[in-house]
């Protein structure tokens, strides 16, 4: 039998803050691909999504740190819910009559611009990031236990790699195959990959002070030995 978890006082906002990250990285950033200009490099498409995504990953790490894993395995459910809602009610906006003029004309020509792909994206970014997510959450369990608590950088850093890796395989391909061009597709998605796993770098020093300072204002630092790791519920 499961035993009972007591209640946090961060746990809320937390997982809070980690919906409106999820939701701002896949209806506003996610549809843009954008580029940077780097020496050496040239120019880099990557998607307007890592604005927002890698802190989505960064709430992750912390929710496992901290809370466990059950912990962050509630947070991505919530936000599937969120996301899921989102994408439909997207959709409803979009299929309700048009008043007439040519203003309305144009707003719901840019409203199926924007949210048009929305359900698609939606679907493939709660595929992708319910597997990227998960993984990270489980590889940094883990490897808290292999490494009894040692070594945050190492696991913060491993775990993202893992989880990234999965989730940029898919979201991508999932999401944009058809209507990007392939070798576009494949640049976005490297370069994604990269920038996020480069991010999870240097936020570790502001990793290391949040997952300090919830450990000691939660008196919490969860290991997750006997820990059911199956995706597939929300008790915690």
């Avoid at 059950?70 to 309700?96: H, K, S």
């Avoid at 292999?146 to 696991?155: A, D, I, S």
């Avoid at 999965?166 to 990269?194: C, K, M, N, R």
Wanted: glycine share 8%.
């Amino acid at each position: 039998m499961d035993s009972p978890r007591r209640h946090h006082r961060y746990y809320d906002l937390i997982l809070t803050a980690f919906v409106v990250v999820l939701l701002c990285s896949n209806f506003i950033g996610a549809g843009k691909a954008a580029v940077i200009d780097l020496p050496y490099f040239g120019t880099i498409p990557f998607g307007a999504g890592i604005l927002f995504f890698p802190i989505a990953y960064f709430f992750g790490d912390i929710l496992t740190e901290v809370y466990g894993y059950a912990y962050d395995r509630r947070a991505v459910w919530a936000g599937f819910a969120a996301l899921a809602f989102a994408a439909f009610m997207a959709q409803i906006v979009i299929a309700l009559p048009v008043a007439p003029g040519g203003y309305m004309a144009n707003y719901q020509h840019g409203l199926e611009t924007v949210f048009g792909n929305s359900w698609r994206i939606a679907l493939a970014s709660m595929f992708s990031f319910w597997c990227g997510s998960l993984v990270n959450s489980y590889v940094l369990a883990k490897m808290k236990i292999w490494t009894k608590g040692r070594f945050l950088w190492m696991r913060t850093i491993g775990s993202t790699v893992v989880g990234e890796l999965v989730d940029s395989s898919f979201f991508y391909i999932l999401a944009f195959y058809g209507i990007w061009p392939t070798h576009e597709l494949i640049q976005v998605a490297l370069a994604q990959y990269v920038l996020k796993t480069s991010w999870e770098i240097l936020a570790t020093p502001m990793t290391y002070w949040v997952i300090n300072f919830l450990k000691r204002k939660e008196n919490e630092d969860y290991y997750d030995i006997h820990t059911n790791f199956t995706p597939f519920r929300v008790k915690v």
